[in-house]
């Protein structure tokens, strides 16, 4: 009878999954070319870090409330920690699409059971829209996960 490799634990599979999540998020590879609304959220964030005003936006030193804060901050503090750069705003969202993989894969072991959230997870990290605005830096990986 030949012989079966072991499963990996709930825990290392968690982990790897994050990891591989990790790989496609994170911005090793420079910073590649601005999406979206990115430069709005860049601008204002920056404004925030620089003028030392985290209530009031800015988009060319006018008052911008097109989006929500939440958003902002998380950029601007990614400024504050790492500089001024288009990798840097992409981390914060990055590290929210990571929680929110890691929430989602909590809820379905509380509903399922280990198999069910290690497959809700699979299923969330392996979603096109998840993985690119994971790498955007806007408010929506923020949203996305404190509505998970």
Do not use: N, T
């Given at each position: 009878m030949p012989r079966q490799a072991p499963a990996l634990s709930f825990g290392a599979s968690v982990a790897l999954l994050v990891v591989a999540l990790s790989a496609l998020l994170l911005?090793?590879?420079?910073?590649?070319?601005?999406?979206?609304?990115?430069?709005?959220?860049?601008?204002?964030?920056?404004?925030?870090?620089?003028?030392?005003?985290w209530l009031v936006p800015l988009y060319r030193d006018q008052p911008f409330f097109d989006?929500?804060?939440?958003?902002?901050?998380?950029?601007?503090?990614?400024f504050r920690l790492f500089g001024c750069s288009a990798e840097a705003a992409r981390i914060g969202p990055a590290l929210f699409a990571i929680l929110t993989l890691l929430v989602t894969i909590k809820l379905g072991a509380l509903v399922g059971g280990r198999r069910v959230g290690l497959f809700a997870g699979v299923a969330l990290a392996t979603t096109a829209p998840f993985v690119s605005f994971g790498r955007t830096a806007m408010a929506d990986m923020p949203m996305t996960f404190f509505s998970t």
């Open positions: 911005p090793f590879g420079g910073p590649g070319s601005l999406d979206r609304a990115e430069p709005y959220f860049m601008y204002a964030g920056r404004a925030m870090v620089e003028q030392g005003d989006k929500p804060i939440l958003g902002y901050w998380v950029i601007a503090l990614c």
